[in-house]
């Protein structure tokens, strides 16, 4: 790596330093890259700043991580390669009042990444700030117009006005979070002005502007006022720059766009690690986190088959996404998989998208049998992620296969409870869960009340009654454990599907109670279900991660 740049004495001279970023897929905080300029050898000005300082996003802009989703795809209108400026335009507090119009082409907006859809917020870069008070009242507008490009026979417009606020300057980046977002449809030019209503005069601050490739085209222009409000200042003559235009940063709101095409990633997943795998037109496939001893390496991702509508599979009476995935890993690593859906692939399913579950097969699913798939339940589903249309349905499952969405799930025999309670009575007792994995896990309550799981290499043991599953059939019923010699906890589920506690110091009048040892529930991936006020139903069970969670199914 050449840390030096050399620069002739020929006068003005620009140079530019590279920063590449890799992107391994993984879910990381993020990084900050500090650059320190200084002269080892002749004469020359740095300028006023010798260090920059540069913060690379790990996952705020990931359109599926944890955090992605309370905004934030950030654009820069900007060209790095241009010739910059400090222009005295927007914030001229030279004068009482200023109104500042530039236009923005949607071929320029698209080529920055900009989506029909909100935009909330924009900032401006004050590069050299003079004034030394506040611009009242400053507005700003936006219109979306078929106007190309701005001359002097362009009327100033009316705009939407999307922010209003007394703005003290900075030297850096100012962003205005706009009090109503713009809808922008897309297509569209945009029509941008500024303006300030001031009592009194103070300084004009400058704000980079560049030449965006133009030659002999206004970019930015105002007007000035004495005594009169500067947003009503649309007539007369002014001042413009030719082929200057601000630098503008633009913020919309992060969302999830789903591939739906057959396409392929691959990568690896450390363990503990998250990975969001992404096709190439940058559409996202799935996500992976790597919850087992071992690292996933040479993991392949594949979208197989695609498309809008279902089918039947090869076996039962059920159906199945025609948007297929493949995933192959160098080892039968255990991990939480989700699998992306765009509102359009999931229509055809109507109200039933909400209890998909998800089938795994060794086999391409077209060609799947009983004996080698398995339905397994989604401990979550996700709608809408961000502003998108992005819909996750999330599952722990091991190893290799082919997977897709479907109705079909695995019926178990079952303890049907009508407008009753079922009650628990010996202290540190519970039910025990066994998952898909053959796993077992005695689910009881700690001190505080609050569900606890714990494996159990024998389940059988202290077993006292044994249920394929349970069915608690009225909403305002529930599993209730004994929490210590004189309190009861109560375990349902709301109507999110959330496991809800109740803390009680007498148990259910009207109860199946048991007296002693544990409830046993040997089917894998069995478990409890409620049906909450709404007349949904829930089951509550063990996922093959060891973890406590719930899922929509059919009240049966």
């Known amino acids: 790596m050449n840390n030096n740049l050399t620069f002739t004495p020929t006068g003005s001279l620009s140079q530019n330093i590279t920063i590449r970023v890799y992107d391994d897929k993984i879910e990381e905080a993020d990084e900050t890259v500090i650059l320190n300029l200084n002269i080892t050898s002749g004469t020359a000005d740095l300028g006023p700043f010798d260090t920059h300082t540069m913060t690379i996003s790990g996952s705020n802009d990931d359109q599926v991580s944890a955090v992605c989703c309370s905004g934030g795809g950030e654009l820069l209108y900007d060209d790095p390669q241009a010739n910059h400026y400090q222009t005295p335009v927007i914030f001229r ?25 909100e935009i909330n917020s924009l900032s401006l870069y004050v590069y050299t700030k003079f004034s030394t008070g506040s611009f009242q009242n400053f507005r700003i507008g936006i219109l979306g117009t078929t106007t190309s490009a701005l001359t002097p026979f362009v009327p100033w417009y009316s705009t939407t006005q999307v922010y209003m606020g007394n703005v003290a300057t900075a030297v850096g980046w100012n962003e205005f979070q706009f009090d109503t977002p713009f809808i922008w ?35 930015v222009s105002y007007r000035t006022g004495t005594g009169t409000n500067g947003c009503n200042l649309n007539s007369g003559n002014y001042t413009l720059y030719y082929d200057r235009h601000p630098v503008i940063l633009f913020s919309q709101p992060s969302g999830a766009i789903v591939e739906e095409a057959v396409s392929s990633s691959n990568g690896e997943v450390p363990v503990g690690n998250t990975a969001h795998f992404y096709s190439p037109d ?50 039968n690593a255990l991990y939480e998989v989700t699998f992306y859906y765009s509102d359009s692939e999931l229509s055809t399913w109507g109200a039933d998208a909400d209890m998909l579950n998800i089938i795994q097969s060794s086999s391409p699913i077209a060609s799947a049998n009983a004996g080698n798939s398995d339905f397994i339940l989604s401990s979550k589903v996700m709608d809408n992620l961000g502003s998108g249309t992005a819909n996750g349905y999330k599952a722990v499952v091991e190893g290799s296969g082919y997977f897709a969405l479907t109705d079909g799930y695995d019926p178990f025999y079952q303890i049907t409870l009508d407008d009753s309670d079922f009650c628990i009575e010996e202290l540190n007792r519970g039910v025990v869960f066994t998952n898909e994995l053959g796993d077992s896990y005695l689910m009881g309550v700690d001190p505080s009340g609050n569900p606890e799981l714990t494996a159990v290499a024998n389940p059988m043991v202290n077993v006292e009654s044994q249920s394929n599953q349970l069915y608690v059939m009225t909403g305002s019923r529930g599993l209730i454990i004994k929490r210590n010699a004189s309190s009861y906890t109560k375990i349902n589920v709301d109507n999110d599907g959330n496991i809800t506690t109740t803390i009680s110091g007498n148990p259910s009048t009207k109860a199946a109670k048991l007296m002693d040892g544990n409830v046993y529930i040997p089917g894998d991936g069995a478990g409890l279900i409620f049906r909450n006020t709404e007349g949904e139903c829930w089951k509550m069970f063990v996922d093959n991660g060891g973890n406590l969670v719930t899922s929509q199914v059919p009240c049966n």
Do not use: H, W
Not at 109 to 116: C, D, F, P, T, V
Not at 302 to 331: C, E, H, R, V, W
């Open 93 to 117: 507090g030279g004068s009482q009042d200023a109104k500042t119009r530039t236009l923005i082409p949607a071929s320029e907006l698209q080529a920055l990444g900009l989506i029909a859809g």
């Open 185 to 219: 449809d897309g297509t569209s030019n945009l029509y941008i002005d500024f303006c300030f209503n001031n009592t009194s005069s103070t300084n004009n601050d400058y704000v980079i502007t560049f030449n965006p490739g133009t030659s002999g085209v206004e970019g």
């Open 282 to 331: 940058d559409e996202v496939m799935l996500s992976i986190k790597n919850i087992g001893t071992t690292t996933m390496n040479c993991f392949d991702i594949d979208i197989i088959t695609s498309g809008t509508g279902k089918a039947n599979l090869p076996f039962g009476t059920n159906q199945y996404s025609n948007k297929t995935f493949q995933i192959n890993a160098d080892n």
